[in-house]
């Protein structure tokens, strides 16, 4: 059985940095291509990062490219999320995906649909 467990989130001002981590169980997380989603309050769930299995290829929503980076730790099963030059509206809930892949994928995914399995979030506010 495959988990995903955020953690990292808290509250910060305008202009901080959090570093989110997503920890897997139940299978090592180079068999994934993972990625990170966020929900504000009254909106829908949005791509934030992703990253694929192999290569360590990565893509970023417009809104964080320059800001957020992605990269994984293969060896500790993590996954981690490095936000720069945070804004107010960044506040949401943080989720970790993941998505089994073929071995040699240089694929990143950015579909909701195309992830497989979800951890249960990490609050990130950003306010003064």
């Not at 949005?46 to 990253?51: K, R, S």
């Not at 030059?85 to 990143?108: G, I, M, Q």
């Amino acid at each position: 059985q495959v988990q995903l467990v955020e953690s990292g989130g808290g509250l910060v001002q305008p202009g901080g940095s959090l570093r989110l981590s997503c920890a897997t169980s139940g299978r090592a997380a180079s068999a994934f291509a993972m990625g990170w989603f966020r929900q504000a309050p009254g909106k829908e769930r949005e791509f934030v990062a992703g990253i694929s299995r192999a290569a360590g290829l990565t893509g970023t929503a417009d809104s964080v490219t320059g800001r957020f980076t992605i990269s994984r730790d293969n060896a500790k099963n993590t996954v981690s999320l490095q936000m720069n030059s945070l804004k107010p509206e960044d506040t949401a809930v943080y989720y970790c995906a993941a998505r089994t892949a073929n071995y040699a994928s240089s694929t990143v995914y950015y579909q909701q649909t195309e992830y497989g399995y979800w951890g249960q979030g990490t609050q990130v506010t950003v306010s003064s």
